[in-house]
């Protein structure tokens, strides 16, 4: 491979284009980075092609009848574009998918079990960990998934990619549908995990949420990184305080703003290019 890589990058999405059947492209030459530790949050308005990136990561596109048509995905220095989903999911990629798709009618401990993808001999350890992060599972380990509330599934499916032992996790949309008080509740929990070793990589509409817990942000635009830099200067920026962060709306129908829309891609923008150019900077995930 001529990619030239890089040690502190734990995932290293290099150039990746995507297209559901001939007609749609929903990813065209996307770079994304995340280190060894680091929590990175990808922002994005409907359509933008966020859970399609992690789809990519998590090779699961196929399913959906789309398929890269560019570029690699690296983790861990290995290349694994080619791998299939589970291997994947074996080398320590592991996603929480959104809508919590949990098995409605398997019980809570059950649903946790499936999540541990054959790795049969293993003692009770894992379970143990879950039920000390989310209490509240441990409590209804017997009752069926489908009867808990929307924040207990939330839990359950989070618990479930726990129980593949992650060494990178992608979170689509853990706020979705949720009330206030649960994403705080999930907040804290995330950062537990993350303190506990596990580097996080979060797809969000909910902008305030994702910079809350990002050490680094991009902003995905109609299928192209249309910003990127550390989530703190990201929260600052007037652009996202504008379009994501709740202040005044500046978007174009498809709800997204455009690369090239407005003043341009600014500082950010640039920053985002000249890191995908050469070896990480030290402010990168
Ligand atoms: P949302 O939060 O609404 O899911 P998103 O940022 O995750 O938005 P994607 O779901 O990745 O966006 O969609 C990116 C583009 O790809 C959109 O134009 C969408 O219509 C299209 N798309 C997504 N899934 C499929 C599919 N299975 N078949 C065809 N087109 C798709």
Redesign the pocket.
């Known amino acids: 491979m001529t990619e030239v890589r890089s040690g502190d990058r734990l995932l290293s999405v290099r150039h990746v284009a ?1 297209r ?2 001939d ?5 065209r030459d996307v770079s994304v980075d995340v280190r060894p530790g680091g929590i990175v949050a990808v922002l ?12 990519a990561i998590s090779g699961v596109l196929a399913r ?3 398929r890269m048509t560019g570029g690699e995905i690296w983790f861990d220095d290995a290349r694994v574009d080619g791998l299939g989903a589970e291997r994947r999911v074996k080398s320590g990629i592991v996603q929480v998918p ?1 809508g919590r798709r949990i098995f409605q009618r398997l019980t809570v401990e059950e649903n946790l079990r499936v999540g541990r993808y054959g790795r049969k001999g293993k003692r009770d350890g894992d379970l143990d960990r879950v039920y000390g992060l989310f209490p509240v599972l441990g409590e209804r380990r017997g009752r069926t998934a489908g009867l808990l509330s929307g924040g207990e599934q939330q839990m359950l499916a989070i618990g479930r990619a726990l129980m593949a032992e992650p060494r990178l996790l992608l979170l ?2 853990p706020s979705l549908g949720l009330a206030p008080k649960i994403i705080d509740r999930i907040v804290d929990l995330l950062r537990e995990i993350h303190r506990q070793g596990t580097a996080m990589l979060i ?1 969000e ?1 909910n902008a305030a949420v994702a910079l809350e817990l990002a050490d680094y942000a991009y902003v ?1 635009a ?2 192209e990184v249309a910003m990127a830099g550390p989530a703190a200067r990201l929260r600052g920026d007037d652009r996202v305080r504008r379009l994501y962060l709740g202040g005044e709306a500046e978007q174009d129908p498809g709800g997204a703003p455009r690369p090239e829309a407005g003043a341009g891609p600014g500082e950010v923008y640039a920053e985002h290019t000249a890191s995908n150019a050469g070896p990480m900077r030290g402010d990168a995930p």
């Open positions: 995507v559901y059947g007609a749609v492209t929903a990813l994005g308005s409907n359509g933008a092609g966020k859970s399609t990136l992690l789809r959906q009848a789309g959104e689509d949309e797809v509409q995905l109609v299928g």
